[in-house]
Structure formats: C-alpha cells, structure tokens
C-alpha cells in the first residue's frame, strides 16, 4: 500500500497489508483491512487525513506525456514514429494519471518514440522528421514518488 499526505505529491509512503478480513460487511459492503507504515520521521501523527493507495497488483507498465494519449470512437491511442520516420498508430490501454504523465499498460514495448508536439501534422503513414525530446529524465525523478509498477 501506498500513502500520501494532502500536500504531499504522490505517494511516498510505502507499507504493507497484514490482514484482510474474508468477509464484506454486509451493512456498509466495505472490506476490514490492516495495514502497517514505519513512521521514522513521525511526520504521520493521529488525526491527519491522507490518500491511500492499495494495487489490487503489480504488472509493467510504461510512462508517456499525458498529451501524447489521443482516443477516439475505438479507444486510446499514441502516434508512434518507426525506423524509418514514419507515424504509426497504436492502440493503447492506459491506466491512472500522475502528474503530467500517463501509465500505459499495453500496446508499447518502451523502445517506441511516441509522438508528443505536432500531433496534427503527425498522421499515420506520414513521413516526418522527429525531434528527440528526453522524457526519461522526467519520468526518472517521478519514479521516486509512484508507486512501483512491475510484474510478478
């Protein structure tokens, strides 16, 4: 699990669930869980509300500028520019929001060069000739602060 302070960004907190009850409370519909976060700083103090964040689990995914994720009648998709200079579209199934950044789960493999400024010159069979934009530093200084993305 996850948490966040209301004014800090993300989730920098990191913790483990130690129980989970096997049951629904059949008057709230809700889930009894417990969970456990070291507080070396003692920064968490009783009565503060902060933002909690359980991954039902844990999978590899790609970050990519919000902007570079269109969608349409058949769902989300990135502009992506191949060897040979040319945009290709690809379909994208994408996943929460953090910061400027968009998790995508599938439809990229992380070597692609996906489309982000020029978006309407940028057509699918197109011919262009991409500027490198690096993106990876950004995505870098996010990692500290998302919570781990990876497959088990």
Known sequence: MFIGLI????????????????TLT??????????FLAN??????????????VPLEKKEAFLVPDAAVSSDQQGSYVL?????????????KTGAKVD?????????????RVVVNGML?????????????????TAN???SSVPAVEKR
């Open 7 to 22: 004014k800090e960004k993300c989730y920098p907190h990191e913790g483990y669930i130690d129980f989970a009850a096997t």
């Open 26 to 35: 059949s008057t709230t519909s809700t889930l009894l869980k417990r969970g």
């Open 40 to 53: 070396p700083k003692g920064k968490i103090l009783p009565g503060l509300f902060a933002r909690v964040r």
């Open 80 to 92: 992506v520019v191949d060897e040979k200079n040319a945009v290709e579209r690809r379909t994208v």
């Open 100 to 112: 400027e950044l968009r998790i995508v789960e599938e439809g990229l493999n992380g070597k692609e």
């Open 121 to 137: 010159k940028a057509a699918p069979g197109r011919q262009v000739t991409p500027e490198q934009e690096n993106v990876a530093s």
């Open 141 to 143: 200084a996010q990692q």
